[in-house]
């Protein structure tokens, strides 16, 4: 059970990001989630794109901010503040495109340089529906996964394969990680998990 | 924007901080460099693999003498062609030799100017399509398509030179965000700087680079933009002069849908999902007054506070914003209401 819209009330809220190369197609991943919607010509993203889905989990609801980031963006010290309080990334790359594949390396250095230790990862490789355009195999990709020691699947915001498997796996991993971790539990604003924090913020005033 | 509107400058600042004098736009044997093909690059790929370097070419984002510039020019190649078929301004530019012209002309502002950065592609669009529509048909016969590209590429040489080295360069656009952006904001609507800020915590330069580097096509649409960039141009061929006031006067805008937001992912939600609306021609003339008045203020504090309220006035009646100094009191007023047309709607 979930919902598209904005929601006002939520047990968690989870930070997550997409990064890659440009045209690996994360905000096509990001539109399918958020809007069950598919265009084949997505506008770049320059700078973030933002949307917000909440979902339950365990009968929890958890509100997931997904922040999409533009491809280019990779080394800019703009990206500090993006990366600041990610409870969990995305690293996506285009099963078509051998090149955007040989680049997770780069972004798993980037992403490891500016996220916080205990943010989650997860490896994707998105368009598994263009069969006969298929550069890099499944096994290419588990392969690499094993080696980052990160979870990894395939999927295609095209016919919407393991999209929805793939936010929700990511948000209970890390809610199952927070569980054990007592330190990452509380009303920790400043460290980016803010798992169990108060269902709404209260109307105190703000100046 | 029209065509030939403003006189050109006698220099044209790049990112780098170089001047490029404007002999090169009249240069009428200015001819544009073809597109490289693929096995081009591909052969010069594999030379590069080969070569040592001695310090990691990904630490270093911009061009550097050190690096050949083929091998610049072909990575921004690839994202060129990867965003071209992307841009989405209208559909003349779903023709494919529409986007072959786009991509030359991008390729040739990469070669002589600044590496491809990612924005570039729909400023050079904008400039294309305003060109395009300004051109008739009888002009439209006599301008073949390459000297048609190039003035598209002179045009944007002159057009985009200040937005590069003020919004494109990072340490620019940081700059721009904390000490002109936040520095405004806090002039003219104390309240409204401290909602965002202090209170939710968001940095500027997160939302504010799309609204800049784009000129607010996103977030205003095609239309209205280009009607604001046009009074911009006619004030300052700078553009970016104003480009803080106007956001500032946005913001105004949609001041309570801000103050209502719950907490911070939703005020960002709206900052990157600009509520749309098609604004009149005195909507427009207004909003740029205020921004004009802003600019010559010159930094006086108490004039800037002042036509900050007049600018809160004129987009939301009814309230005494010369004493609204709280925004947190503000949204509780905004809810208790809400709640009284609810139960009054409810019980009709």
């Known amino acids: ?207 | 924007m029209q065509r030939n509107k403003t006189e050109p400058s006698n220099t044209v600042p790049t990112p780098h901080g170089k001047l490029v004098t404007d002999e090169y736009q009249e240069d009428e044997t200015l001819k544009l460099l073809p597109v490289p093909k693929e096995n081009d690059i591909n052969s010069q790929r594999e030379e590069l693999v080969k070569e040592q370097v001695s310090i990691d070419p990904l630490s270093e984002p911009t061009r550097t003498p050190n690096r050949s510039k083929f091998s610049v020019t072909s990575d921004s190649l690839d994202i060129i062609k990867v965003d071209v078929p992307r841009l989405l301004l209208s559909p003349l530019f779903t023709s494919q030799s529409i986007q072959d012209d786009i991509v030359q002309i991008l390729y040739n502002y990469d070669h002589s100017y600044t590496s491809y950065r990612q924005g570039y592609h729909e400023l050079c669009g904008l400039i294309y399509l305003v060109l395009h529509e300004d051109s008739d048909d009888e002009t439209s016969s006599l301008i073949s398509r390459s000297d048609f590209n190039k003035e598209v590429f002179t045009t944007m040489i002159n057009f985009i030179g200040p937005i590069v080295s003020q919004f494109y360069i990072e340490d620019s656009i940081l700059g721009w965000s904390v000490s002109i952006f936040n520095r405004n904001l806090l002039l003219v609507d104390y309240p409204l700087y401290e909602l965002l800020l202090k209170y939710h915590h968001i940095e500027t330069q997160i939302w504010v680079i799309r609204w800049v580097r784009l000129i607010l096509l996103r977030e205003l649409g095609l239309q209205n933009s280009t009607r604001f960039v046009d009074f911009m141009w006619s004030y300052d061929s700078d553009i970016t002069k104003l480009m803080s006031y106007i956001i500032i006067i946005l913001l105004i805008r949609i001041k309570l849908s801000l103050v209502e937001c719950e907490d911070s992912g939703e005020v960002l939600y709206l900052l990157l999902h600009y509520p749309y609306i098609e604004y009149s021609d005195s909507d427009i003339c207004q909003m740029i007054e205020f921004a004009i008045q802003m600019d010559q203020c010159h930094g006086d504090e108490k004039k800037l506070k002042e036509v900050g309220v007049q600018c809160n006035k004129w987009f939301h009646k009814g309230f005494k914003w010369e004493k609204v100094k709280d925004l947190g009191k503000l949204r509780l007023e905004l809810k208790l209401k809400r709640r009284v047309r609810g139960v009054l709607g409810g019980s009709k």
Not at chain 1, 5 to 28: A, E
Not at chain 1, 97 to 121: G, S
Not at chain 1, 178 to 202: C, Q
Request: a neutral charge; hydrophobic letters at 35%.
């Open chain 1, 1 to 207: 059970m979930a919902t598209r819209t904005p929601s006002r009330s939520y047990d968690s809220i989870l930070k997550l990001l997409l990064v890659g190369d440009s045209g690996v197609g994360k905000s096509c991943l990001l539109l399918r989630f958020v809007e069950d919607k598919f265009n084949p010509s997505f506008i770049t993203t320059i700078g973030i794109d933002f949307k917000i889905r909440t979902i339950e989990i365990d009968g929890k609801r958890i509100k997931l901010q997904v922040w999409d980031t533009a491809g280019q963006e990779r080394f800019r010290t703009i990206t500090t503040a993006y990366y600041r309080g990610a409870t969990g990334i995305i690293l996506v790359y285009d099963v078509t495109d051998a090149r955007t594949f040989e680049n997770v390396r780069n972004w798993f250095e980037t992403v490891n340089q500016h996220a916080n230790d205990d943010t989650q990862l997860i490896l994707v490789g998105n368009k598994n529906d263009e069969v006969d355009l298929r550069a890099v195999t499944s096994e290419q990709g588990s392969d690499l996964a094993k080696e980052l020691g990160i979870p990894f699947l395939e999927a295609s915001a095209k016919t919407n394969d393991n999209v929805n498997k793939l936010f929700f796996e990511l948000a209970s991993i890390i809610l199952e990680k927070n569980k054990n971790n007592e330190a990452l539990t509380g009303n920790n604003n400043s460290g980016g998990v803010n798992v169990n924090a108060a269902s709404t913020k209260s109307s105190s005033n703000c100046c």
